[in-house]
């Protein structure tokens, strides 16, 4: 079992920065595929990163050269660092783990609470 607590969203004018973390609990954090995804009203769950237990990374075509996946195994924490945000980015943020760098959110096990965040123009 692995539970996970997001944090560091918030607001952020257009053009700025944010990075996310997800603090990960249990043993065998470093064997899972740790994804970002993100949601907003009536829509459905967005696959945005994925980052597997190799490193090897993947991205929507929406964020990729502004997103950047990492994860410090050390410290069990997956982090999502966005630049150059854009209103479109605003959304609420999920972090999820599972066994596969897929995009698919029904493939991943585990997921946090979300943490929101809102980019103005």
């Known amino acids: 079992q692995v539970q996970l607590v997001e944090s560091g969203g918030g607001l952020v004018q257009a053009g700025g920065s944010l990075r996310l973390s997800c603090d990960a609990s249990g043993r065998t954090f470093s064997s899972y595929v740790m994804g970002w995804f993100r949601q907003t009203p009536g829509k459905e769950r967005e696959f945005v990163a994925a980052?597997?237990?190799?490193?090897?990374?993947r991205y929507a075509d929406s964020v990729k050269g502004r997103f950047t996946i990492s994860r410090d195994n050390a410290k069990n924490t997956v982090y999502l660092q966005m630049n150059s945000l854009k209103p479109e980015d605003t959304a609420v943020y999920y972090c999820a783990a599972g066994h596969q760098t897929v995009v698919t959110a029904g493939q991943y096990a585990y997921w946090g609470q979300g943490t929101q965040v809102t980019v103005s123009s």
């Open positions: 980052i597997s237990w190799t490193t090897m990374t």
